[in-house]
């Protein structure tokens, strides 16, 4: 039975819930700087796939990884070049998103991801927490596919139901402004505009006001 834990009441308890939901294999929902997103642990290929299952969603649209800190990039990516640290420098925690090119022997099923992933730091001090608890996580925007994204818990409980473990309500989500994708596994490209503008990007990464 899903259960929902208000994380200004006792955030540790939640952390814990969550971690042990995540450790089964299961989905939670969590609060991020953006809207609301559901997580699996990233290196459990069912726990992915019941996420897919819970958006309705196809091994197409494999989700990104969220982590607590920069230094988790260096697991996850081939190589952290001079352009990836001056951007997450410039911009972790923060809504960036950016493609690398994935550890040749990353075992990470997320779906149809080729040699890539997407991986971001969320600015929200309890979900650093949480992801620091739990390692890694698949998160994709806690809703149906094709329905707008939660901005709260209780959307997303009327979304996802039963589907999801522990939905951790950290109220009402400031800003729902979705993250920008930067692909950067060649010259650098914006994938999708987002809450950070391509002219604050051009000015940490020239090449792209070039491009």
């Known amino acids: 039975?899903?259960?929902t834990?208000?994380?200004?009441?006792?955030?540790?308890?939640?952390?814990?819930?969550?971690?042990?939901?995540?450790?089964?294999?299961?989905?939670?929902?969590?609060?991020?700087?953006?809207?609301?997103?559901?997580g699996a642990n990233a290196f459990n290929g069912d726990a992915v796939q019941r996420l897919l299952h819970a958006k309705?969603?196809?091994?197409?649209?494999?989700?990104?990884?969220l982590i607590a800190d920069?230094?988790?990039?260096?697991?996850l990516a081939e190589e952290v070049t001079d352009e990836i640290e001056a951007v997450t420098e410039?911009?972790?925690?923060?809504?960036?998103?950016?493609?690398?090119?994935?550890?040749?022997?990353?075992?990470?099923?997320?779906?149809?991801?080729?040699?890539?992933?997407?991986?971001?730091?969320p600015d929200h001090d309890f979900t650093r927490e949480l992801l620091r608890a739990t390692g890694p996580l698949a998160v994709s925007s806690a809703n149906v596919s094709g329905e707008p994204a939660a901005t709260t818990a209780a959307e997303a409980k009327a979304q996802l139901r039963r589907s999801v473990e522990i939905y951790l309500d950290g109220g009402p989500a400031n800003d729902a402004a979705p993250s920008t994708i930067l692909d950067?596994?060649?010259p650098p490209r914006i994938l999708r505009?987002?809450?950070?503008?391509?002219?604050?990007?051009?000015?940490v990464l020239p090449e792209l006001a070039q491009g």
């Open 193 to 203: 505009q987002g809450r950070i503008s391509a002219a604050a990007l051009a000015e």
């Open 70 to 75: 920069p230094l988790a990039l260096r697991t």
């Open 184 to 186: 950067l596994t060649g």
């Open 5 to 38: 834990l208000d994380i200004s009441l006792d955030p540790e308890a939640a952390i814990e819930a969550a971690a042990a939901a995540v450790a089964d294999g299961l989905c939670i929902v969590l609060p991020t700087d953006t809207v609301y997103g559901i």
């Open 1 to 3: 039975m899903p259960r």
């Open 90 to 121: 410039a911009f972790w925690p923060g809504a960036l998103t950016i493609i690398v090119r994935a550890q040749p022997s990353l075992r990470l099923d997320l779906g149809e991801r080729g040699q890539t992933v997407a991986v971001r730091i």
């Open 56 to 65: 309705q969603r196809g091994r197409d649209l494999p989700p990104p990884v």
